[in-house]
T-cell receptor, first 110, second 116 residues
């Protein structure tokens, strides 16, 4: 199973951009990179996903390295409501398994 | 449109008791999943069902059974609960699209289970 590595925790000031890194050196050519976040006492929620090109949606941007061995989730203006655990996940190609790591706990300071 | 719903929200069991966690989705998804999350950890897949009538083991299936009752419902049963099964259980669903790995999973709010 392809694995991801993320920092355990990060801090950001409110209304500043946040860059959450993820390493996935064993990624295969068909693995999509998914990001989910988990707010306190809730189930995970989808943030964004991509394959090769950078992706933007209303929640965030995903920057994928040219060799696809790393990616960065970008929150353009962090708010207090963005405080959560952010998971970078590779979907096991051809199977149904998402492999969740321990994620990055983002703390947003007012 | 409620998404993914789970019942109960919270349950306390004694060691050896049995119970069934219920999950339902109203998004007409074909795939459903059960995960557990222990304190400070990420989610681990217990069982999944790619489509109605099929179920398969995930990473940590021991001590659990599942039933895909119909396309909407996927239940998780603990036949003889143990303290090691104290955890938060999440159900999820997605629209599986063959070998593509891009589909999104939608999660329920979780069931908090305490086994004494």
């Amino acid at each position: 199973d392809a694995k991801t590595t993320q920092p355990n925790s990060m801090e950001s000031n409110e209304e500043e951009p946040v860059h959450l890194p993820c390493n996935h050196s064993t990624i295969s050519g068909t693995d999509y990179i998914h990001w989910y976040r988990q707010l306190p006492s809730q189930g995970p929620e989808y943030v964004i996903h991509g394959l090769t090109s950078n992706v933007n949606n209303r929640m965030a941007s995903l920057a994928i390295a040219e060799d696809r061995k790393s990616s960065t989730l970008i929150l353009h203006r962090a708010t207090l409501r963005d405080a959560a655990v952010y998971y970078c996940i590779l979907r096991d190609s051809g199977t149904y398994k998402y492999i969740f790591g321990t994620g990055t706990r983002l703390k947003v300071l007012a | 449109n409620a998404g993914v719903t789970q019942t109960p929200k919270f349950q306390v069991l004694k060691t050896g008791q049995s119970m069934t966690l219920q999950c339902a989705q109203d998004m007409n998804h074909n795939s459903m999943y059960w995960y557990r999350q222990d304190p400070g950890m990420g989610l681990r897949l217990i069982y999944y069902s790619a489509s109605e009538g099929t179920t398969d083991k995930g990473e940590v299936p021991n001590g659990y059974n599942v039933s895909r009752l119909n396309k909407r419902e996927f239940s998780l049963r603990l036949e003889s609960a143990a303290p090691s099964q104290t955890s938060v259980y999440f159900c999820a669903s997605s629209e599986w699209r063959g070998t593509s790995s891009k589909e999104t999973q939608y999660f329920g709010p979780g069931t908090r289970l305490l086994v004494l």
